[in-house]
């Protein structure tokens, strides 16, 4: 037995894509570095579809969770999850455990947390309350939601030994919340061994960008970037892609006669990675305080980055300083974006030599989910050496 070997625990109630793209880098860049870390992936087949081609890994451990066709399901699903993830993880083998927080509303939840938080790290992606009083996908019962999440985590995360926070904000708002004992930020990150280098190319006949998502979310602020694109009065033509499930933002538009769209719907990777050749910048998130945020660190903006595609986008991120030279970051607005401002800067990168390699070195350097990973390494050594101490 390996004391010195850590687990790493997800749980996906719903096919996210975002996610599902987390765990394969980290798979692939825990291979790569020969990582002492096993995975424990909870979901639907539409999950174990997505990473089939991993499931001969033996680090990989998929479980099959119970088929559910309505959102009534989904949220009893989300009920009862924390017996299940206790029943089927091997404890003892692990010094240390990461799970991604799937909020403590779950009757076993305070059993859980009391048994196993002395070896568990929970991960916190988002704003917690914020998120789950703003879903849609609850309707009515977000804000009940979000109270009873107010009242029962601070109980169940006080008793974890630590907690990763992918921004600065949302490590604050543990510490001022739930009285976590240790925080650590450690970003989102990306493999790059699936990227690739691209040249980049601008013409001053047309500028061509790019907004995926898989589907519309007010956060992503697809309406107002569409809304400043009817404002905008420059010269040169601008084509916008669209990719993914996003009409609701497109009824009723009136864009000037040098702006157009390119509705993609759902691509393949491939067909993206076509779309990464072509355009000459693509939008991160624009709307982020709906949701009551300043900072994030997407999983598409490092993919843009890492395959040499400058981003725009309204949120700080604990990567990307404002003054790299491949990205924009703009003043959160509720109105519109000033569109020009973003030609400008896209014209800019044009006088600069070697940008896609620039890119992809930094990608390496700072995104990697190599660099990640041994970071959270020698962040649950360190706590838990402490607690040895």
């Known amino acids: 037995m390996d004391r010195d070997r850590y687990s790493y625990i997800y749980i996906l109630n719903t096919h996210s894509s975002g996610v599902i793209q987390k765990i394969r880098h980290q798979l692939l860049s825990a291979e790569s570095i020969k990582l002492k870390m096993d995975w424990y992936v909870f979901g639907d087949e539409s999950v174990r579809q997505s990473l089939s081609d991993l499931m001969n890994l033996k680090r990989l451990n998929f479980q099959l969770l119970p088929e559910v066709s309505s959102n009534f399901g989904r949220l009893l699903r989300r009920l009862f999850k ?50 789950l009083s703003k879903m849609n996908y609850f309707g009515k019962l977000g804000p009940l939601l979000g109270f009873l999440e107010s ?21 604050i708002d543990l510490k001022k919340r739930c009285g976590v004992r240790s925080t650590r930020v450690i970003a989102n990150g990306i493999s790059t061994a699936e990227c690739y280098q691209r040249f980049f190319s601008y013409s001053q006949k047309e500028i061509e960008f790019l907004f995926l998502s898989s589907t519309f979310e007010k956060h992503h602020g697809l309406d107002l970037l569409l809304h400043s694109l009817e404002r905008y009065s420059g010269d040169i033509p601008i084509k916008l892609h669209i990719v993914g499930n996003l009409i609701e933002p497109l009824v009723d538009l009136r864009l000037p006669t040098n702006v157009s769209l390119k509705i993609h719907g759902h691509l393949r990777k491939e067909a ?25 660190c997407t999983l598409k903006s490092r993919e843009y980055i890492a395959h ?22 703009m003043e959160t607005s509720e109105e519109s974006y000033d569109i020009q401002k973003i030609v400008d800067f896209v014209h800019s990168l044009g006088d600069q ?28 050594r360190s706590e838990t050496i402490s607690e040895q101490l």
């Open 308 to 329: 040499g595609v400058p981003i725009a986008y309204a949120y700080k991120d604990p990567d990307l300083q404002p003054d790299l030279p491949f990205v924009l970051q």
């Open 353 to 380: 030599k070697g940008l896609s390699e620039i890119m992809y070195k930094f990608s390496q350097d700072k995104l990697d989910w190599e660099v990640k990973l041994e970071q959270l390494i020698e962040y649950l």
């Open 272 to 296: 993206i990675k076509d779309l990464f050749n072509r355009v000459n910048l693509a939008f991160g998130s624009l709307a982020l305080t709906r949701y009551g945020m300043q900072d994030a």
């Open 82 to 131: 924390y017996r299940l993830v206790d029943r089927v993880v091997p404890w003892h083998l692990y010094k240390a455990t990461v799970i991604r927080y799937a909020w403590s509303i779950d009757p076993y939840a305070p059993i859980f947390f009391w048994r196993r938080g002395r070896m568990l790290f929970t991960e916190h992606n988002t704003l917690e309350l914020n998120e």
């Open 151 to 171: 009242v029962i985590s601070p109980v169940t995360l006080s008793q974890v030994r630590g907690s990763i926070a992918v921004t600065s904000e949302i490590a």
